[in-house]
Antibody
Framework: QITLKESGPTLVKPTQTLTLTCTFS??????????VAWIRQPPGKALEWLAL???????RYNTSLRSRLTIAKDTSKNQVVLTMTNLAPVDTGTYYCAPRGVGPAGFGPWGQGTLVTVSS | SYVLTQPPSVSVAPGEAAHITCGGDNIGRNSVRWYRQWPGQAPMLVLYDSGDRPSGIPERFSGSNSANTATLTISRVAAGDEADYYCQVFESSGDHVVFGGGTKLTVL
């Protein structure tokens, strides 16, 4: 059974750096073709892809957020970490992680998500 | 960057068919995924490769993709189908992920 869980701070002050961890089980990020993505959703708004890391350390970033994001993996711990710098209130939302390449051609299953609020 | 356009809302009576569109430049050349998101829950894949269903998704869910429009069709809609639906592709130029703006399906 594949499961993912996001963890990190629930409240962050503007200009601070956010670090989120996705801890997963049921698959390995050392398997060819497998990747893990971070996707966020502001309250009441649409999904927005942030970043994606593959088994071979190849990374992809949302072009508009590229300068603020870093994605990394720790294969031995089954974790993927997303770092986002210089947070602002518009970054408030639920942050999800989801795998690619472990099932049907898409993202899934998704983690439950973690709500991050950016406020002073 | 590549843009996917969905209608904000679609309303349909129970038992009827719902058609949710996803527009994009030459999207017919791409493989489209569709996700369902019930309120307060994480999204879940309901269609991939433009029309294939993951295990557990009923045959009522089908898809098509041609030219500049992909369509998710839900036949015999029921109250439990009321949710937000998102289309998604991998942008061929850089393997970037693109989501549509989402469509809220309301069952009247």
């Amino acid at each position: 059974q594949i499961t993912l869980k996001e963890s990190g701070p629930t409240l962050v002050k503007p200009t601070q750096t956010l670090t989120l961890t996705c801890t997963f089980s049921g698959f390995s990020l050392s398997t060819t073709g497998v990747g893990v993505a971070w996707i966020r959703q502001p309250p009441g708004k649409a999904l927005e892809w942030l970043a994606l890391i593959y088994w071979d350390d190849d990374t992809r970033y949302n072009t508009s957020l590229r300068s603020r994001l870093t994605i990394a993996k720790d294969t031995s711990k089954n974790q993927v970490v997303l770092t986002m710098t210089n947070l602002a209130p518009v970054d408030t939302g639920t942050y999800y992680c989801a795998p690619r390449g472990v099932g049907p051609a898409g993202f899934g299953p998704w983690g439950q998500g973690t709500l991050v609020t950016v406020s002073s | 960057s590549y843009v996917l356009t969905q209608p904000p809302s679609v309303s349909v009576a129970p038992g009827e068919a719902a058609h949710i569109t996803c527009g994009g430049d030459n999207i017919g050349r791409n493989s489209v995924r569709w996700y369902r998101q019930w309120p307060g829950q994480a999204p879940m894949l309901v269609l991939y490769d433009s029309g294939d269903r993951p295990s557990g998704i009923p045959e009522r869910f089908s898809g098509s993709n041609s030219a500049n429009t992909a369509t998710l069709t839900i036949s015999r809609v029921a109250a439990g189908d009321e949710a937000d639906y998102y289309c998604q592709v991998f942008e061929s130029s850089g393997d970037h992920v693109v989501f549509g703006g989402g469509t809220k399906l309301t069952v009247l």
